[in-house]
């Protein structure tokens, strides 16, 4: 089924505030310490501290689960004890997580998962905390990110007990430099689609020797991530990069998946006249019963003013439709893979590029016709870090909750395995999220209980339930 | 989970346009015959056949898919043999399913699967037909009722094949009374809740001696009975019975699973203030998500002009939030059972009722406020017909293709057990209705679908989908 | 400018209650009494009056504004010795609106409007509750329709002062019967567009020899006679006609004035696709942000499943279109006059007219391909009485505001002339009908009322305000 | 009447793509020639020239009134022999109006109205082309500021005879300086609502000496100034500035009109709940029929996640209703002046402000709360640029027909006064900008002319239509 990985090792360049300084010098050669005379860390600049802290703070405003965890994490410590190594986006909102499990009581060493998607100011602001020892900066080089996640793992006289991945990379290092390790690792919490992919290829073989958690398929991160995610980040990615007004526009929108279902449903209600594609006639039908024009590309190609791809497929758009477009029309994908419009077959001599801004290129055809690619055909919502917050405080709360529950799970609740998380803590999730709006669920009274045959607690819905 | 059972066996009382004349004459006592000197049937008035048959010609109009079925079985004929027993609501809608199973090539026998819900004039139309041999009308007694159904078994020479049932009844009848009818027969398809899990017990029990087909769980049927169906049939349905105005009211819908989005997108849409109550934390979630207040019934209660339940819950609404909603407060209910609100709380001597129109009782208390109870809580969209044939069209469609998939089964395919509708025809009933809207439905090259995995042709999603 | 007069004198047909007993008897000559003994009324049968109670009834619950003027009243009354003669249609909101009237302290005596529209168990009521002296049936002849009037104006021993008129037949019959009446009349209060035309006409002439009150073009009227009531009315008037799910259906809708915009919005929203045609750019290109393709009614006359006429001009729909819609297409008006579809065109021999319900025909072309004509083309939403009674109720409203002012306004105020409703009376109707939504308005301090150079309590908008 | 002026004077910051460089170098003192030899202009810098070009292109795409202008021009040049002096922002969209009056035969000389908004990479392109002589950059002082426009006009051998202005500070300086040279001057067009309500003066003093075109007021540019562009606007603004997600989050509208009305769409469209405030009882039911809860602002403010002004007036929101705000409520303001809200009163000792982004700030209360202040309180879809140039199009499409108009006007048509464009114009704007969605106006026939009492070719409406 066809997701948008807001997380996923995807991410290519972040739209980071942070400098692009001259200071040519490489994070491995300084010597840095934190006012508190602290240097166990590798960062860009600790100068930048403050103002990372302040993209903090803005973050945490709304991710109020984690801030509710910490609250309760006042009393009992749940992660006591835990010794958390990750690797993930060092980002604002992975900051708030990480500061988050030391609240509840763990010690963390933390690495970047992709080398160019790191917030410097961020990574100063936590290494002037203090709580998370972090290795990592913008724009370290292939030998730079495996050395990270090495001074991560392999620490005098500290030896992790949990692993939180994101794509699978410091899962796979352990596996390779230090298997033994494993002996004391209580679980992995994986993220990703590619991690979540390697986890089960190692359980199939037989060879994971630890209980995994995928999170990626919990019920609430994939609504979240794909329909309310994109109903919001198509709008804010085509604004911030073109400018161009909704009202009348005429856009096609390739896959009606939920991230096409979300796509559609905000350019609907911005007054765009949106026509979708589909292969799967139940999703045809839906776009159908909700009010879109259901059309092959080629049918309205040469009318719309922008081509959206939702699909996961790859080729949808090729080299035919983009030359039969309309002068300014704009192509961009908010699909699975950077595969879904066929960017290559713009690479030909006759045709010339001219970067416009960031993130925005026009291909221009010899007759003029100017065509306005964003972000080469790569994930216009994480190219653009156009993904809320909030959505991304669902993931972060569920990764939380995972590594709560394989930290304390009674020995035998988990074999070596890769494990969905139980349906209840994907209601216990959504459950924390629910104050932020001030909403008040209504509690099954016995009698109720009793005849709908469910526990007043939850779970309300079978596993299967989407 | 929860649903709106569209043609469930809950449907109690039709909005007919048939007469209810004073002609007092039990059906089973009159000797009545077609135009063409057929009498192998037993109904109201063989005079009322043409204004049925326009009603008929109406349904035609909205059920593609059955009219695409009937043209392809101009050449071939796939029930060719096939002796179907039915016992369903006698509609136009059921109508065009019967007569479309006739020119796939059936001998159909019919039988009313309610006492009350009968469209006498269709009868007549389907009798002067020919092609069915209905046995129904309506208001028949109890042992009527049990009296047509054995007229459609029990014939001389003619024995049947296959069973179509809603509700279990006629299932019911022949393992009590023929249980050696089974040795003939191929399947059963089943489409009610209760029967289905009359189904799923005898199968437990061992019991169950042909394979049956449960329609009522294929994904198409859900979506459309539930968030399609509902988001018309409550506008309808209020209009129809008050003639309130939806701009500007409060409403409250105790439920957010798919009737309940239904409802809040068609209320909202028309300019409705809806509050929203769930159990259900991931539900209550999307209800935030989609710009409902989450409430307790009781913190809006005296505020709100309409309340709806969509649960399938009991007690939702109870005799104390009744006491407190304001004056002239519409109470109805679109879920499950007839038991979401307490009707029998408010049979008390202090409160007066007072029948308005059909479907609507005021219920006076003593100090003159009104509150205005539609269809004496049962589903509002049956009782009072507001359910759009079309979305009838996607379960009759399934049923017909339920019945031609076990009549041409390979022996082998389905053993004595309940069987859910394949993805794949699921997806084919889909397809026949895409033809209404103009769709057209986009393929998948050799290379796209090796490279989602995918057969060109379909199932599209897995099994569990929704 | 384009409008739906709602009450306008275009009302063919009620979609009343009323029994169409075979009571043949002329209601001019039966002798009948209220249960108080005075028998100065005429009408169909006084053994309605329960009945007709019950609609009153049912009417209040949705005329918030003229209760509140009821309230008001138990002090003061300003209508106190007025002797207001009527003719309107006479039904469940008009008499709501009379019995205002007599609260407020006015003796009034009543006549119908239209020969049809009359809902005899209303007039009953009215007539039992002796307050109002009504003489109306459904069906009057021509004769009875003058002679009803003259029965109202024309009584031994009292005189009218004040005229509340919808379209112009009475205030005729007084000039052209009993024009020294006018001597004593303080104003006339008129609704219909024919009616005003009427007026400005004798203005025009010198004619016009007392104060008479334009509440047809009022602001609030306007807004809910067109946008807001044809929103709803749309959706119900196709239902309760068709029974057409809307969902993925194709519609053109001709004109984007208010009307237009009411039925694209509601239709829009319930997941139709909509196309528009204008002949006016600046509508044009409202329509184009509004997210509908604008279009020439060739371009999709063949693919649609419903065409609209709201535009008030003549032969919008011509047989030629009509010959090329596809089977099945449903046409109908709400537009001004019953000339935008050409009805007339379809009267040929070769075209069979078939009645398939009240308000409906299919019209057949001899190729079998069916056309659904609603209401003949006559305006939809009166012809099968969707209009909801909160839009009525800010006429009645209005109304009786007009009567209060031209009944109260110190000598000199008011010359022989047309007048508007003043901007502030027409708030003071809006300010009316804000409790019904338990709407708080807030109120400029004194140093904002100054800023804004305002009367604190308004008018708050310039005369031209629209 | 409440309006949104999107190109008013109270323009503060662009959000600019331009270098804040740390040239100190006054372009006064600089001297530069563009590639042709030409040094008639003031800029920045000649070399940004190329990037300049790259946004005209841009905003060209959008801007296709002005383009089909220009194509029209190639035959006839309805400008030919204009010298016009123009004084308003010089961006990216102004410069495809200065080279559209170029293409259509004028000569332009051109200042910057404020001394804050000017691109200079524009302005360089502007020079470069060579056919505007512009004297403007960002940053200009006082004394720059009137140098600049002094330039423009104050020119050997050539004297202008056309006047485009926006705030009326460079007819004030003609005025002022060079009064004689009004005799050569056939008029002068104004589009803010400062400049106009000077123009009226002059003309209520008898000062006014040639006619002068209101393009303010027009019906187009009203209606998209302020519905559609703040429909879009204010989701940009937001995000741009905050991030914030807007599903679920409560937000209360201060004022319904235009500006309102629009922002609401597009709140509730992406799933915030909405509440408004209002003074008018007309705008208050409107909103209750929208949806929205017509709420005094005490009662939401403890609750709101977003605060909105839209009212025109002043202290909307004062000290006291941000004292209990909760924390990290947003708070904005999209109506007319910069004083909606109190921001005065938050400069106080025991409030700390934080800048956390280019127009954020956190204001920080002695308890920690924060609350985020968009834009320190001016207009915020001005202070970010979110103003879509599609809506800029029509305004400077406006501007270039008034000035045709009153270039090539009989002697006699225009008095020394202050004119509305004509209401065919009007149209005429509406009518160019339909090409670009395709859409296809429909023409009256002669008998439906006939029948509506229109001319074929409009105008369409009254004047007073809105």
Known sequence: QIQNPCLGTEYIQSASYTDSSDDETS???????????????????????????????????EMPALMALRKRAQGEKPLAGAKIVGCTHITAQTAVLMETLSALGAQCRWAACNIYSTQNEVAAALAEGGEAHVFAWKGESEDDFWWCIDRCVNVEGWQPNMILDDGGDLTH?????????????????????????????????????????????????QKFDNLYCCRESILDGLKRTTDVMFGGKQVVVCGYGEVGKGCCAALKAMGSIVYVT?????????????????????????????????TGNKNVVVRENLDRMKNGCIVCNMGHSNTEIDVASLRTPELTWERVRSQVDHVIWPD???????????????????VPTFVLSITATTQALALIELYNAPEGRYKQDVYLLPKKMDEYVASLHLPTFDAHLTELSDEQAKY???????????????
């Open 368 to 386: 003029g016709k100017r065509i306005v690619l964003l972000a080469e055909g790569r994930l216009l919502n994480l190219s653009c870090s156009t």
């Open 278 to 310: 589909e292969i799967d006639p139940i999703c045809a039908l839906q776009a159908c019963m909700d009010g879109f024009r259901l059309v092959k590309l080629t049918e309205v190609i040469r009318q719309v003013d922008i081509v959206i791809t939702c």
């Open 173 to 221: 290092w352990i596996y390779k430099k230090y298997p033994s390790m494993f002996k004391k690792i209580k679980g992995i919490v994986e993220e990703s689609v590619t991690g979540v992919h390697r986890l089960y290829q190692l359980s199939k073989a037989g060879k994971l020797c630890v209980p995994a958690m995928n999170v990626n398929d919990s019920v609430t991160k």
């Open 27 to 61: 994070p491995r050669d300084k010597q840095q310490k934190n006012s508190k005379g602290n240097g166990d860390f590798c960062i860009k600049n600790i100068k930048q501290a403050d103002f990372g802290r302040r993209e903090i703070e803005i973050a945490e405003q």
């Open 452 to 466: 709908l045959g469910l526990n007043k607690n939850g779970p309300f819905k079978p596993n299967y339930y989407r």
